[in-house]
Structures are given as structure tokens and as C-alpha cells.
């Protein structure tokens, strides 16, 4: 009987201290946007915002009347060197904006200063046309590290194109490792001595052998590895100690999606992937491609003019609750992310649109008003030489919505940059708990059952709670989220759709 | 790869050392083949402590290596170099042939060249570290050197006084806690024959871990932490203080999860008593901690006990009554003195009793007042405190705090007296952040600049201010992010916040102030709006609100192009893939988030859209010709993005 009222008492005890909280997640889109201008309009609609120290954002502006000032004022923290418009030079904007410069990809021959004159031969994976004498020796790989320094085009964000077409160089081969040693040891000497970061990454985008869709292992393959040392796991990669790339310290993970159905797992997967990066010790982040990169000349865009209706037929673009979702996860997950495919000069009156022989020839279409002329006037022909204009670009506004993402994060996400994330457990419309892994392999297993991720970041008083899951239908759905080191508190709100769901909490 | 030399052996607790950085390549073993760089540095000084106005010297001796011992030359580094010795803080050189980026050229191996720095310090530095640079003749333009070893001098003052040495000696503070000792922690206790006290915390894999040292400290100020730790991956930490001034801190790799460990040095500020300083695993590899040492000698603050200050020519009785205040966390305010006099438009002095330092000193207007100081000064006994200045906004236009603080008296500063923003009393104030002293920032306040209330769908708008605040300002709107700057302009109603910081301290939140909506103002309701779309004849979207799901919508489709035989409709709306025979008719969505709708013609009962028509290489992999529908030319399928705003 004792026990029974000891029991009583206790359920009393928890029922009087258990505290559920309800949570409004926030508007992923700013207040005052209106895509259907058909400009970009981030710049008018988001207010002056700084990136948390050791993140990064590579936005360029989508207007020339844009500074570097305004890109730098909205959160944008290094700028594409080959992207500075009409403002001034590049030393004009070294002297301006040290240690913000972002080398925009250069190609092996551009890093290298190749001439790559030579007949197309391939051999053992590489190309004689710009390797002629093979791989560079140690001693060429190191020198080449100091030519590149004494340059001045070793910014402080270094992102190579080094891993496709003819100038490739397969990333094994030794030369790499002398080369990135060497470059690496000029950064550390030079973050010696200014304590600015910098971020040095071979490529855009990775291969390495963890991928989730692998028939040939299991979950519990891919779970293990969060309870082991990289240097246990079973396959290692180029960037574990001692491998070719181990001395740089970054991975960007290339979001280069493909067909529809695929993206949610490929999406788990890099959230995967940037988890062992981390784990190597290794900054990550997204390099974003606005589009899918799949099905070209397939979905037609409108552009509407008083004369008639224009259509560009493209690559599909991407869900825009997908593109705001990843400029958020970028930072949650890693510490930078590069809008790649945004374009720079986007009159306001669409006027003229940016025209390309061959390539626009087979993807623009013409739908003329009653008395409008039979073809598209306004075209404006791209191409070497030609004087300098602004000109239109279909589908302008889709880069908005990555940038909102990246606000979205900094409004919240970004002022516990430096909290502690927790995986918390959750459970949707009253049903069971989905429990929180103790390994933290949440993401494995979301990705094996085709669930959602509840997530958040401590620091100090403040919690950034969010929710988001790829394979969500369309409905509403009632969630209850635990705190995850009190698990007499929970948070409930309502979640519907694919996108993120964020709200900053004071704890 | 890196590696040490000493230069030159610890004196007694002063000592001299030149510490070298050489860069050599990997794999060989033998230091001096494998240096990359064809010189050789060193530095020197004939004398290890100096005095404060003692004159000594330094040189820099360069030596061109002998190649042919070289493997690895590089071809950008060669005997052709400049040279740069950063000087540390309160050092003049006063001779000697060295000059800054002096040219050097070096031919033949075994030549050298020594540079001689003559100079003395004028004041007691931090540090008396001097740095070796190398660059090469391109760093003029570059601006990149390389480091090639330092060199430290012991600094004697001999003018201290004898109550600042009494004072150092006081403030010499060092402390040690065991992590395994502390009783807010998440890892768990495990035993290492090395580790202090032969325990640790923290678990590998489990790089979330994090300790709670309770630090007590006797004054406020920057104190060195010392962390002791094992890692078989560099960690990320992040580091607060009672919850605030989080800094990440990324720790090197002592390169073993037992038996070798690595101790860390970084800053941190701290007021004077108990505080939890939380050390927290963020990333990249585990942190096992096993203790931290926390040393210091902050100068302590001085006593403020003097102001000196000029009225305007009018209205000198509203001087009186107001206040002299010190504060040591920028938020809260003691009053020290109440002046009781009217002013009298020249300068005036005011001595009063006071024992208690503070980090910042104001000024703050009597109730009548709205500032009107043509100048303060403040003072501890005859010296003149210097600092940080700040001050109260809104301010008559030209008439702000800032001319109450510039040194002249031929301009007043006087508070809003009128229109929005009008204050009189102590929400008027000027003051100082005394230098040498101040570790916390100014909690700013918030005061309403422009505009009544908001309405979004007009446009009208309020302005706020940060009044009174040092750093730089962040707003904060209902617990989420609102913008930086001083002020913020406005149309959403709710409670705002902001908070101030310098890089190194960050205030408390200002006391929040609410932003209300226009009683007339009708919420605008949110309305879809289209992104982008392609041919209307192959999708055309219908977003109509659900009458059964208030918020939520309902997807149509009324595009006309027909269904291929052999093909069903693919419909993706979201992340769902939809198959059917029909347009899409009244569609879930329920909720006012982004989307996409996109619509293919695919054929019955493909597995996965990941087939696609052979190009012209032919078919293989993914590609089959059939999988999907040509509808129209240009378009294998529409897609539609939309918003709500």
C-alpha cells in the first residue's frame, strides 16, 4: 500500500512539474515579398544582418546598382572574385574588403597556370593535354604552393573545380597531398598571425564511399561509424590523416540533385555526409545549385511581356521550401554555403533577355499577343567582346529563396552559433515516440525509415528548435518535441510540408 | 608540418628564446635537409630584461644555406627576401641599420647579413614579443610573410608606483579545477596515468560533451584559461561565461585519446566572484578534459571620486539633482553623487566620497534635465579618466551627447525636448568606459524615434533607437534576429530587444519595448503567389482556399494537354509523388509554406523517374526512351513554384 501511494505521489510529482510549451514556427518568407515581380527582390525585402563569426555566405548581388557594401550588409561574408561587376577592380576590392575575397572555382589550369596546348591523351586517368610530364613530383607540388601564395589568389575561401573535363588530375595521386601540404602550412602561418579563418577545399563537390543508397550495406554499417573513430571506420576517404587530401580542411558537399523522386534521400545523405566531415574535423558546407541538374530543355519558365509571353525551357528549378530548408541546414550542418547560378544583372523590366548561340537556340520560345511581333524582340546577344549591359535571366528569382534560408538561420539558428545541437526525440498527432539516438545517428535512421529530424542548438538561455522531414506529405500534423536534457519539458506545434519548420526559444 | 627550435635558453624567470618556424617536407627526417627555405634566421639581443627608457639591441641574422644539400627547393623562396620584425606595443626604435621590409639579397651559400634594432620601450608592454617575418619580394604586394621565430624581452617598470605594485601583486591570480571534480558535466569520469589527479572527463565519439568549472576570480578582467585535454581529432569547444560571451574555440589535436595530452591557452573575460565557465564539445573530434588553470592579473578599476563640468548659458537650475553613476555590468546603475547645486556657466568641480571602482562612470540629468553639458570630465583624485565614451539618444539635431565628451565647450549637447523621443530626466546621460578596466559593454535602451505604431500592409512604420549603449547593435523581434545598426525602421508589431557588443563583451538585453499595430490596420492576410510556371497548356495551378481546413488550400490542375496512351499523370506536389489518370483536383496543402508542383506524363508503373530518353550515345544506365512523355515541344513536363505573402 506504501508503494501504491509512494507511486501516487510520484506520478503527482512529475504530472505537477511536467511543462508543455507551445511553439509558432516562423514565416520562412519575408515580410513584403513578391516573386511574382520576377526580379530578385532579397535585397529589398531582408533586413541588415551580420553572419555569425566561422560561418560563410557567398551571395552575389542579382543587380548592378548592388555594392559589395549591401551584399556584405545583408549577411554575405566573402564575395566571387570573378563576379565584382562594375564597382571596381579586383585590387580595388582587395584593398577594400581584405580577406573577403571567394576564388570562384578555378579550374585546375587556372590554379596551376597550365597551358594544356597539347593532343587530348589520357593515360592512367589523366590527361597529357595539360599533363604532359605526368603528375607534379613533391618538390614541383610544393613549389607550385608558393607560386600560388606569392599570387595573391589564395583567398581566405578557396573552392577548386578540380575534379571533372579534360584538365583533371585524379584527386589519389600523390602530388595532391605535397601540394595542399604546403599550401595549408602558408594559411596556418598566415592565420598565425591575423587569426582570420580560412576555409581550403579541393573541390565543389565530393565523392567519397558513404552513401546511404549503397545495397551492398545496412543500416547498422552506417551507424556504427557514430560510435567509432574516423581511423576505425571501414572505408576511409581521401580526407583521413595522411590521405591525399587529408591537409585541406574543408569538404563542400555539391547540391547537384537529380530526378524528383531521389531528392529527399540524396538530400539525408549529404546531411550525412557533412556529419562525418565534422567528425574527420573538417568544415563543411553546401555548394548550391538552384536547379536540379537533371533534365535539361524539359520545364519551360515564363517570362511575360506586353508584347507576348517568352518561355526559356531549362532544368527543373527547385522546391523553393527545399532551397530555403538547405540555406538553412548549411549552417546547422556545416559552416558555409556558395549560391552558385544566381545571376548578377536582373533589370527590373526584364529587358532584354541574356541570349547565347548555341545554347538558347533550342530552349526559347515565343508566344506573341494579338500585334505583337513574331519573334522575341528584346534579346540581347551574349557573347566574347561585346560591350557590357544588363540583361534578364529566366527564373531570376529562384535564388531568393536560398538567401532566405541563410536568414532564416541567421535569425535564428545564428544567434546560438556557438550552442550545443541535440537530436531531439518527437512524436507526430499523439502517436508513439520517435526516440532520440544516444550515438546521434539520427540522420541514418531517418533516412532508413523515411522520417523527420527534430533538432535543436543550446546556448546560454536560448534553444533554436526545428523540425523538418524530405518525405512529409501535405498535411497538418500536431508535434510534440522534447527538450532534450529535460525531458519533463516539450515543445508542440503544428508542422505540415517538406520545408523547415524554426522557431528561437528562451529557455 | 611544423617544428620548434629554441634559439636561446630560459634566464632565471626572465627569459630569451627565439622560437623558429621552418617548413620541410614530408616524409624526410632530416630537419635541416628537408627546411624548405634557403635562409637561415635567428635573432638575438644583448640583453635579456630590460627597464622601461633602457636603450638595447637586437639582430637579425640571415644566413644563405649551402643548396646542394636541398632536395626540395622551392623557386619562389630563394636569397632574394625582405625582412620585418613586428615590434610588441610601447616599443620605439631609436638606431640601428634594420628598417621595416628592409631588402636583402643573399647570393652565395654562406653568405649572411646581420640587421641591428636599437630601441627601448616607453611604456610596460603585454608582452615584450618581437616576431621574425621573412616575405619575399613580392610581399610588398601581397602582404603575406612568412613567420621565422620570435624573441622575448622581460620589461621592468621602474616608475610603478608602489600601491600599482601592491595592486599586481593583489591581482596575481591563478586557479585549477579538475574536470572530473565538477558537478555540472555530461561526460563520463575515466582514468588516464597521466592525467591530473589520474582522472578525466569525457567520453570518445561523444563530442558533445562539456564541463562546468565554478571559477571564482577576485576582480573583473581578462584572465588566460588553460585547458588540458586529450583528442584523437581537433575539437571545437564553445566557451561562455554564465551563459554569455560564448566563443568557439578550435583546439588543436593532442593527437592521442590517452597518455598524451595538450594544453590550450585562450581569453576570457570575467567579473570579479563566482562563475560558471562552460567548456562544451561543438564539433569535429571528442574532448577529453581533464582540467583547466585559470591565471590572470587584470588591472583593477580606479576609484572615480571627481567631476569637472560646464553648464550651457541657460536654465542652470536643472542641473541640480542630477546624478554621478558607476556600474560594473553595463545594465545596472548606483548612484555615487547627487549634485544640489544650480550651474553657473563656467566650470564647476565636484568632489565626493567614494570607494567602490566601477567599469563605467555617467553623468545622468536631473528630472528637469535633458543633459545640456557643454563638457564633463571625470577623475580618480588629479588623473583625468579615459575610455569609451557613450551616451543618450535622441538628441537635438547637432546637439549630440558626443559634445559633451569632445574636449571643447563652444557646443552643448541637450536631449530631445520635443516632438517623438522627447525625454527629460536621467534617461539623459553621458559617461565613460574606462579604458584598462572595462570588461562588460553597455546594455542599451530602446527608445522610439520616429513613428506612432505599424501596419504592415500600409507600410507605416516606427523607428527605433539603441540609446546609451557601447559596441555595435543587434535587435532582436519577438526571440528572433531583426537587424543590426543603431536603429531599425520597421512595420512589424511585437516586442523587441537588443543587446550591444564589441568582440569581446556582450551586454544584457535592453529592457524589451513593444511595437504596436495601427488600430486600423487589417492584418494582411496571406495570399498565394505564383514564382514560376511554364506552358499554361501543360500545367496551370489553382490555389484556392480549403473551406474544410482554415489556412490550408486546395491544388487543382486545368492544363489541357492530354494524356499520352500508355502514360499516367505524375504529379509532384512537395515532396509526394501522386500518379494518376485524372488532373490533379482539390490537393491537400495544408498550410501557407513554399511549394512545387510539377507534372510529367510517365510511363504506367515506372519505378522511378530516374530513366530518362537515350541521348544521342544511345541508351544505357538510366537512360530509356519511353519512361517519360514529350508533351508539347519544350516541355517534358510544367512546374509551378509558388509562396504565400
Given amino acids: 500500500m506504501k508503494k501504491l501511494i509512494l507511486l501516487w505521489v510520484l506520478l503527482g510529482t512529475l504530472t505537477l512539474h511536467a511543462q508543455t510549451i507551445p511553439v509558432t514556427f516562423k514565416n520562412t518568407i519575408p515580410t ?104 607534379f613530383s613533391d618538390a614541383e607540388a610544393r613549389a607550385k604552393a608558393h607560386e600560388v601564395w606569392n599570387s595573391g589568389n589564395a583567398s581566405n575561401l578557396w573552392i577548386g573545380e578540380t575534379m571533372e573535363n579534360f584538365p583533371f588530375m585524379p584527386a589519389d595521386k600523390p602530388m595532391w597531398h605535397s601540394f595542399y601540404d604546403e599550401l595549408a602550412g602558408l594559411y596556418e602561418a598566415k592565420k598565425a598571425q591575423d587569426q582570420k579563418p580560412f576555409f581550403l577545399c579541393h573541390n565543389y563537390f565530393t565523392t567519397s564511399p558513404y552513401y546511404l543508397g549503397n545495397t551492398s550495406k545496412t543500416q547498422a554499417d552506417w551507424e556504427v561509424m557514430y560510435t567509432q573513430d574516423p581511423s576505425q571506420w571501414a572505408m576511409k576517404s581521401w580526407f583521413h590523416p595522411g590521405a591525399t587530401l587529408s591537409r585541406t580542411n574543408t569538404v563542400m558537399e555539391g547540391i547537384y540533385f537529380g530526378a524528383f523522386d531521389l531528392n529527399p534521400g540524396q538530400a539525408m545523405n549529404t546531411l550525412f555526409c557533412m556529419e562525418l566531415w565534422q567528425k574527420l574535423g573538417k568544415y563543411t558546407g553546401m555548394f548550391f545549385f538552384n536547379h536540379h541538374e537533371w533534365a535539361p530543355e524539359s520545364f519551360p519558365d515564363k517570362v511575360t511581356f506586353p508584347e507576348g509571353t517568352f518561355f526559356r525551357s531549362d532544368k527543373p528549378v527547385h522546391d523553393p521550401a527545399f532551397q530555403i530548408l538547405m540555406g538553412f541546414l548549411a549552417h546547422e550542418y ?37 500585334g505583337g511581333p513574331a519573334t522575341f524582340p528584346y534579346y540581347y546577344q551574349l557573347g566574347v567582346g561585346l560591350p557590357p549591359q544588363d540583361f534578364y535571366s529566366p527564373l531570376a528569382v529562384s535564388s531568393d529563396y536560398s538567401y532566405f534560408g541563410n536568414l532564416l538561420w541567421m535569425q535564428t539558428g545564428g544567434v546560438v552559433a556557438n550552442g550545443t545541437p541535440y537530436y531531439c526525440s518527437y512524436r507526430l498527432d499523439g502517436n508513439a515516440w520517435i526516440d532520440r539516438k544516444v550515438t546521434g545517428s539520427d540522420i541514418v535512421s531517418a533516412y532508413f525509415t523515411k522520417r523527420g529530424i527534430a533538432r535543436c542548438r543550446i546556448s546560454g538561455s536560448k534553444m533554436v528548435l526545428y523540425y523538418f522531414n524530405m518525405y512529409a506529405d501535405n498535411l497538418k500534423h500536431a508535434i510534440e518535441i522534447k527538450h532534450p536534457t529535460n525531458p519533463a519539458k516539450s515543445y508542440t506545434g503544428t508542422v505540415c510540408g517538406s520545408g523547415i519548420h524554426v522557431v528561437l526559444l528562451d529557455i | ?177 579538475e574536470a572530473e571534480s565538477m558537478s555540472g558535466a555530461n561526460g563520463p569520469v575515466t582514468s588516464d596515468p597521466n592525467a591530473s589527479n589520474g582522472q578525466t572527463r569525457g567520453a570518445e565519439n561523444q563530442y558533445n560533451h562539456f564541463v562546468d568549472y565554478t571559477v571564482n576570480v577576485p576582480a573583473a578582467g581578462l584572465y588566460q584559461v588553460t585547458l588540458r585535454y586529450y583528442s584523437s581529432v581537433a575539437p571545437v569547444v564553445n566557451v561562455t561565461v554564465n551563459g554569455g560571451n560564448a566563443q568557439s574555440v578550435s583546439l588543436p589535436n593532442s593527437g592521442s585519446w590517452n597518455i598524451a595530452y595538450t594544453d590550450y591557452t585562450f581569453a576570457v573575460n570575467l567579473n570579479a566572484g563566482a562563475s560558471t565557465l562552460k567548456i562544451a564539445g561543438t564539433g569535429g573530434g571528442s574532448c577529453r578534459q581533464d582540467k583547466i588553470c585559470v591565471t590572470g592579473d587584470p588591472q583593477s578599476c580606479t576609484v572615480m571620486n571627481k567631476v569637472r563640468l560646464q553648464w550651457r548659458a541657460a536654465d542652470f537650475n536643472r542641473l541640480n539633482g542630477a546624478k554621478i553613476q558607476g556600474s560594473n555590468d553595463g545594465n545596472t546603475w548606483t548612484d555615487i553623487y547627487t549634485i544640489g547645486v544650480n550651474a553657473t556657466g563656467s566650470w564647476q568641480e565636484f568632489t565626493f566620497p567614494n570607494a567602490t571602482p566601477y567599469q563605467h562612470v555617467r553623468y545622468a540629468a536631473s528630472p528637469i534635465g535633458y543633459g545640456e553639458l557643454r563638457e564633463i570630465e571625470f577623475f580618480a583624485g588629479a588623473t583625468k579618466l579615459s575610455g569609451t565614451a557613450f551616451g543618450s539618444d535622441p538628441n537635438v539635431a547637432g546637439m549630440g551627447w558626443q559634445y559633451a565628451m569632445d574636449g571643447a565647450v563652444n557646443i552643448s549637447w541637450h536631449g530631445q525636448y520635443t516632438g517623438i523621443g522627447a525625454h527629460a530626466g536621467p534617461s539623459n546621460f553621458v559617461g565613460l568606459s574606462i579604458t584598462g578596466c572595462a570588461v562588460t559593454c553597455i546594455t542599451p535602451t530602446i527608445v522610439q524615434t520616429a513613428g506612432t505604431n505599424v501596419c504592415p500592409a500600409t507600410n507605416q512604420q516606427v523607428t527605433l533607437t539603441a540609446s546609451g549603449y557601447s559596441g555595435n547593435v543587434s ?63 501543360v500545367l496551370t495551378l489553382s490555389i484556392a482556399p480549403d473551406p474544410a481546413n482554415p489556412g490550408g488550400w486546395l491544388l487543382s490542375d486545368v492544363g ?39 507534372k510529367m506524363a510517365t510511363k504506367i508503373g515506372l519505378d522511378t523517374l530516374n530513366r530518362w530518353p537515350c541521348p544521342q550515345e544511345g541508351c544505357s544506365y538510366y537512360y530509356q526512351n519511353d519512361a517519360v512523355a514529350q508533351l508539347v515541344p519544350g516541355a517534358r513536363g510544367g512546374l509551378t513554384t509558388f509562396i504565400f505573402n
Avoid at chain 2, 132 to 146: C, I, N, V
Avoid at chain 2, 508 to 532: H, Y
Avoid at chain 2, 572 to 596: C, D, Y
Wanted: with cysteine.
Fill in chain 2, 560 to 598: 489541357t494537354v492530354s494524356l499520352p496512351a500508355g502514360y499516367e499523370w505524375s504529379y509532384f506536389i512537395g515532396s509526394k509523388w501522386m500518379r494518376t489518370s485524372a488532373n490533379l483536383t482539390n490537393e491537400p496543402w495544408q498550410s501557407s509554406v513554399p511549394g512545387r508542383v510539377v
Fill in chain 1, 32 to 135: 513584403g515579398y513578391d516573386p511574382t515581380s520576377q526580379a530578385p527582390g532579397f535585397m529589398e525585402v531582408s533586413p541588415n544582418i551580420t553572419m555569425p563569426a566561422g560561418h560563410a555566405l557567398v551571395k552575389p548581388p542579382t543587380k548592378q546598382s548592388y555594392t559589395w557594401a549591401q551584399t556584405f550588409a545583408k549577411g554575405g561574408t566573402h564575395y566571387n572574385r570573378n563576379e565584382l561587376g562594375n564597382e571596381g577592380s579586383l585590387a580595388t576590392f582587395r584593398t577594400t574588403y581584405p580577406d573577403k575575397e571567394y576564388n570562384g572555382v578555378p579550374t585546375i589550369p587556372l590554379i596551376f597556370g597550365l597551358p594544356c596546348a597539347g593532343p587530348e591523351q589520357w593515360v592512367d586517368g589523366y590527361n597529357k593535354k595539360c599533363w604532359p610530364n605526368g603528375p
Fill in chain 2, 475 to 537: 535587435w532582436v523581434l519577438n526571440g528572433s534576429s531583426a537587424g543590426s545598426g543603431t536603429s531599425i525602421t520597421t512595420v512589424n508589431a511585437g516586442t523587441y530587444t537588443a543587446s550591444s557588443s564589441n568582440g569581446t563583451c556582450t551586454s544584457g538585453q535592453a529592457k524589451t519595448f513593444a511595437v504596436a499595430q495601427a488600430a486600423n490596420c487589417t492584418p494582411s492576410s496571406l495570399v498565394p503567389k505564383i514564382s514560376s510556371s511554364g506552358f499554361p497548356e
Fill in chain 2, 1 to 177: 608540418m611544423h617544428t620548434n627550435i629554441n634559439f636561446a635558453r630560459c634566464i632565471l624567470a626572465c627569459f630569451l628564446f627565439l622560437n623558429a618556424n621552418h617548413l620541410f617536407a614530408n616524409g624526410l627526417k632530416n630537419e635541416n635537409e628537408a627546411d624548405l627555405d634557403p635562409v637561415l634566421f635567428s635573432m638575438s639581443a644583448d640583453r635579456s630584461v630590460v627597464k622601461v627608457g633602457e636603450e638595447f639591441s637586437i639582430d637579425v641574422h640571415c644566413t644563405l644555406r649551402d643548396f646542394s644539400g636541398l632536395r626540395l627547393f622551392p623557386v619562389s623562396l630563394d636569397g632574394e627576401f625582405v625582412l620585418k620584425v613586428v615590434f610588441p606595443e610601447g616599443f620605439v626604435q631609436t638606431a640601428g641599420n634594420y628598417d621595416h621590409a628592409v631588402p636583402v639579397k643573399l647570393l652565395r651559400p654562406g653568405d649572411k647579413a646581420v640587421y641591428r634594432l636599437t630601441g627601448k620601450f616607453v611604456s610596460r608592454p603585454p608582452s615584450g614579443k618581437f616576431m621574425l617575418l621573412r616575405g619575399t619580394k613580392h610581399s610588398a604586394e601581397t602582404g603575406r610573410y612568412l613567420y621565422r621565430g620570435e624573441l622575448a624581452i622581460a620589461v621592468d617598470d621602474p616608475e610603478a608606483t608602489e600601491k600599482s605594485l601592491r595592486q599586481m601583486a593583489a591581482n596575481a591570480f591563478s586557479q585549477c579545477l
Fill in chain 1, 334 to 370: 556545416g559552416n558555409i554555403f556558395v549560391d552558385w547560378g544566381t545571376f548578377l544583372k536582373q533589370p527590373a523590366s526584364k529587358k532584354p533577355i541574356g541570349y547565347y548561340q548555341p545554347v538558347h537556340q533550342s530552349m526559347d520560345y515565343w508566344r506573341p499577343n494579338a
